[in-house]
Structures are given as C-alpha cells and as structure tokens.
C-alpha cells in the first residue's frame, strides 16, 4: 500500500472515531470539546509509558482508553446535565490547561514533543498493517455500538433530550446519567485515538491538538449531519481528501474552507447533509426491497 | 506588598477590558439572542486593522480608531443575516447553533489573520500609539498611560451601555427582548431592527476594545483572539451568561486574578491557573455565580 494512501485511510479512520465522539455528547446537545483534550492526555500518556517505562503498545493502548474514560467520568459528575455553552467552554479551558501542562513537563518533551515512539509491530510494512487493522475494527465496532444506542430506547431518550430537556424530564428521562454515560464513552473512544494518533506518526506534538483540530471535526459533523451516525462516515473522507486534492498554496487556507463551508451549510441546510429524514427514507427502501425478494422467493 | 499594588493596578485596567468584551458579547445574546463566540476574534480583526491603518497613515491614531470601529460594525452586520437565518425562533438548540456558526466564523478570521497579515507573525504597535508613558511611578508600582485610558473608557462605555439600557427608550426596547421577544413584538417594537442595532452597538464597542487592547498589550498574534474568546465566555457563563452587573464583578475579578498570578508565579504557568480557577468555577457553578438573565 502506498504511504498517502495508508495516512488517507487512518487519518480518516481517526477523523470518524473523534466525529461520533463529538457526535455522541451532541445527541443530549453536549459538544463536548474535552474529547481533544482527552486526545492530547491519553496519547501523550501512552507515549510516555511505552518510551519512559518500556511498556508495548498494546498495553499503552487500553491504559490510554482507561485513562480518557476516567477523566470524562470525573469531569462529567459536573457538567453531566450542563447548559451546552458551559460544556463547550470547559472543554475549551481543558484544552489550555493540557498544553500548558504539557509544555511544561520535560518528562513528555515539553515543546519539543516526543519523537522515535517505537513501531507496534515487528517491520514498518506490518505496523502499518497494524495500525490500519486496529483502527478499521475501533471504526466497526465504535459504529456498531452507535447504531444499537441509535435504535435503542436511550437513543431516543438522547432525541428527546435535544428538542425539549424539561419534556424528556417529565418522560423519565434521568439527563445527568444519559449526559453522563454520553461524555464518558466519547471520553473513552477519544483517549484511544489518541494514543494511536501518536504511533500513526511515531511522535507526538502539541500541533497535533490544536483548535485546528476541533474546527475540523465540527466540521465533519455538522456538515455530514449531526441528527444521524452516518454523516460522519460520509463527510469525514470527503473533507479531509477535498483538501489533500488542492494544490498546497491553496491546501494551507484550509481552515478558511472548513469554516466557510461549516458556516454556509449551518445556514442552509441547518441539519447537514446526511438527515434523520433521509436515512429513515434508505432504510425504509432496503427494507422494502428485502421484503420483495423475500414474497417473491416464496411464490418461486 | 508593593507587587500586589502594582498587580492589583494591572489587574483592574485588564479586567476592564474583559467587562467592556463581556457586556458587548452580552449585549448580542440578551438583544439579538446568539451566542457570538468570535466576538473576540471580530475584536483581534479590527486591532489588525488598526495596526494596517497605522502603518499606511503615518500613524494616525485618529483614522486608526476610526477604522477599527468600522472593521467591527461591518463584520458584525455583515454576519446578522446569517445569524437571522438561524435564529427563526428562540429556544436554546438554536442558540447553540448560532454558537456553531459564530465559532465557524471564528475560524475563518484566526487563519485569514495567519495568512493574510505580516506573514502570520505577531504585530507590534508602533510606540506613540501604546500607552507606555508613566504617568506615576512609586518603586515598583507605576500607572501607565495607556492603563489610565484603558480604564476611563471602560468606565465611560460600561457606564454608556447601563445607561442606555435602564435610562432611555431604546434600552428599555433591548430589555423587552432580551426579558420576552414575543411580548416585545405584541407591543410593536421592531425586533429586526433592534437586533440590528444592538449588533452595531456592539461592532462600536468591539473597535474600541480593540483600540485599548492595542494600547495595553501593544502587540497582537492571530491566536489571541480564540485565547480571549474562551476567557470571554468563561467569564459570561460565571458571571451568569447575559447578567451585565454579574460581567461586570467577574470581568474585573478575572483581570486582577490575572494580574496577581503573573506577579507572583512563573509566566508560562500563570494562563493554566488562570483557566483552573476559571474551570473549578464552571464546575462548581456551571449555571453562573449571578444568574443566568435568559
């Protein structure tokens, strides 16, 4: 496999893995901005416990998910049942607090980074094998996950959550304890990716979790559409291939683009492109379909 | 006890600055009902102006002021049609869309100020325009010119802004829509126009901060605008998002808070202490120390 393809392929992978961790606090109406924070934590984590204490990659991984899962936890006895705008801002000061901390400890790189992160398997060609499998089963079975929380009854909790909160309230629904487990599994998915982010480029760097970052997955979600799992899967690809497509000269204003087209379909086409509406449609068609191959197996 | 003086002084003209950004930022979500969260960069933008205007002028601090004004009032008319797109009624998942796009603007004007200006490097302030002068000077506590400006214009204008709202007709408009936009309307006040107003007061607002910023820190960088931005909304959300009064205690408290930390502890540290104090006041009290005004 070619290297642009191979970075192509996993960067999208974790582009889609950190969307539905944005996507899945978004369904109570929680944009929940401590997920690159997590990101930053759990990678850096990982990195430290493979290069400091000689752990291997597979041990580092489940401690960085473990690790992003605890902070959500913590973090979310608070803002479990917070106003939107109160979770986004403390996401936000988590994001500061993270890299000053990491600049200032020499254990981690300082701003300097960590460099030389060991490969996770025996030869480069199978590290990328490696990393490509790891991160296509995460992407199956995060969706998988996703999907039975979709068509659940807490998954129509979370709906009912997003249009009317004191109507969910007076339906039973417990809001701090769905909020809850909301932030933590979007904590858990994210500390995971980044642990893997790091070993994708063997290093690890503060550039790598900047706002940039944020502005690109909010990007993802909203324009693909927020209402449903699958508009992550569309424009993650989309998004991030559009920009490798441009010439570099333009590629660098991509920030300008990303926000341009994240503010003209908020204003347009407010609930994405991929809507509730249209995969109820999709669905209903498939399931249609099945249904007349089904009667006319049986008249055959 | 003579650090403490000087910082306190520091704190107080800083944090005015802050309550002067909180109460347009308020201003917006009590009249026109969104969440701007790049007012901040809205202001960085207009400091770049200023600086641009400096530079072609000869250092005409007059026409600086001027631009920066009209840089901030164009960016924010400019963007109420998208916000009134948005905003068809008031319930708080459209206020958080309102927010969304704010932060897609946001972004746009961080990267075209990292493109577009002085090759993405910081601006500096040429030195007749920051108030460096020392007006007084006691061992280490000393006031600088530019703190003493900073601080009467956000005196004046927060003093401006209460007046205009508890003390004439227009204000009185604004608070009817900020307490009950469809009552407001029963009683024939225009909300459109309104809301358009309140977006270009604050468009007036954000060109003098910007000015004052300029005068304080004498340097901006396209970075700093996401940095105030979080500090902004940090402080509208303890203060008690659209409380002015509450803005006006926690803006303040913010800048000597500020201003005390630098003083006392190793600068790379002090932003982290700040955002902690900031954030165990979020969790503690994520609906605000004075009352969400909503």
């Known amino acids: 496999m070619s290297l642009p393809l191979y970075y192509f392929l996993t960067v999208t992978?974790?582009?889609?893995?950190?969307?539905?961790?944005l996507y899945l606090p978004y369904r109570v109406a929680h944009l929940h901005f401590l997920t690159v924070a997590n990101m930053a934590i759990s990678g850096y984590?990982?990195?430290?416990?493979?290069?400091?204490?000689?752990?291997?990659?597979?041990?580092?991984?489940?401690?960085?998910?473990?690790?992003?899962?605890?902070?959500?936890?913590?973090?979310?006895?608070?803002?479990?049942?917070?106003?939107?705008?109160?979770?986004?801002?403390v996401g936000f000061t988590f994001i500061y607090i993270t890299r000053t901390v990491i600049e200032n400890t020499a254990a981690v790189g300082g701003t300097l980074g960590m460099f030389g992160l060991p490969l996770v398997a025996a030869t480069p060609a199978l590290h990328r094998w490696a990393l490509l499998a790891l991160l296509y089963a995460l992407v199956l079975l995060v969706g998988f996950w996703i999907y039975r929380f979709d068509h659940s009854r807490l998954g129509r909790a979370a709906s009912a959550v997003f249009v009317d909160k004191d109507l969910a309230t007076s339906f039973g629904v417990d809001i701090k304890k769905l909020g809850r487990l909301l932030q933590v599994f979007s904590s858990t998915v994210a500390g995971g990716c980044g642990v893997i982010y790091g070993f994708l480029y063997r290093s690890f760097h503060l550039d790598f979790f900047t706002f940039h970052l944020v502005g690109l997955f909010m990007t993802i979600i909203f324009v693909g559409g927020y209402a449903t799992m699958w508009g992550t899967v569309v424009a993650a690809p989309l998004l991030y291939g559009l920009t490798l497509l441009f010439p570099p000269e333009i590629?660098?204003?991509?920030?300008v683009i990303y926000g341009v087209i994240l503010v003209a379909v908020l204003v347009l086409k407010p609930e994405g492109f991929i809507t509730r509406r249209l995969v109820l449609n999709l669905e209903r068609l498939l399931s249609s379909r099945r249904k007349k191959n089904f009667t006319h197996k049986e008249s055959v | 006890m003579q650090v403490f003086v000087a910082q306190v002084i520091n704190g107080l003209s800083l944090g005015s600055i802050y309550v002067l950004l909180v109460t347009g930022f308020n201003l917006l979500l009590l009249v026109a009902m969104i969440i701007h969260?790049?007012?901040?960069?809205?202001?960085?933008?207009?400091?770049?102006?200023?600086?641009?205007?400096?530079?072609?002028?000869g250092n005409s601090v007059a026409l600086a002021v001027a631009a920066s004004v009209a840089a901030s009032v164009a960016i924010n008319l400019a963007s109420a049609p998208l916000f009134q797109k948005i905003m068809k009624k008031r319930e708080e998942v459209d206020i958080n869309s309102t927010m969304v796009v704010s932060m897609g603007i946001g972004m746009i004007i961080t990267d075209v100020l990292s493109h577009g200006f002085n090759k993405g490097l910081p601006i500096s302030f040429p030195e007749r325009f920051v108030g460096g002068a020392a007006l007084f000077r006691l061992g280490l506590i000393s006031l600088l010119s530019?703190?003493?400006?900073?601080?009467?214009?956000?005196?004046?204008?927060v003093s401006g802004i209460f007046l205009l709202l508890y003390k004439t007709r227009e204000g009185r408009a604004f608070r009817a829509i900020a307490e009950d936009p469809a009552g407001a309307r029963l009683v024939g006040i225009p909300l459109m126009s309104t809301g358009l107003q309140s977006y270009a007061l604050s468009g007036i607002l954000g060109g003098l901060i910007a000015v004052l910023l300029a005068l304080m820190l004498g340097y901006a960088s396209p970075g700093l605008g996401e940095q105030v931005a979080h500090k902004v909304l940090a402080v509208s959300i303890i203060a008690g998002l659209g409380n002015l009064p509450g803005g006006l205690v926690v803006g303040l408290a913010l800048g000597v808070l500020e201003s005390l930390i630098q003083g006392y502890l190793p600068g790379s540290w002090s932003n982290a202490v700040a955002f902690i104090v900031l954030?165990?006041?979020?969790?503690?009290?994520?609906?605000?120390?004075?009352?969400?005004k909503l």
């Open chain 2, 146 to 157: 530019g703190q003493v400006l900073s601080l009467a214009v956000g005196v004046l204008a």
């Open chain 2, 279 to 292: 954030l165990v006041v979020m969790l503690a009290r994520p609906r605000g120390l004075f009352g969400i």
């Open chain 1, 251 to 255: 590629a660098s204003w991509r920030i």
């Open chain 2, 37 to 57: 969260f790049a007012y901040p960069q809205v202001v960085l933008f207009s400091m770049y102006i200023a600086w641009l205007v400096l530079r072609w002028t």
């Open chain 1, 45 to 89: 984590l990982g990195g430290w416990l493979v290069q400091n204490l000689g752990f291997s990659f597979w041990a580092a991984l489940p401690i960085g998910l473990a690790a992003g899962g605890l902070l959500g936890w913590l973090l979310s006895l608070f803002i479990g049942d917070a106003p939107t705008f109160t979770v986004v801002i």
């Open chain 1, 13 to 21: 992978a974790i582009n889609v893995l950190m969307s539905w961790a």
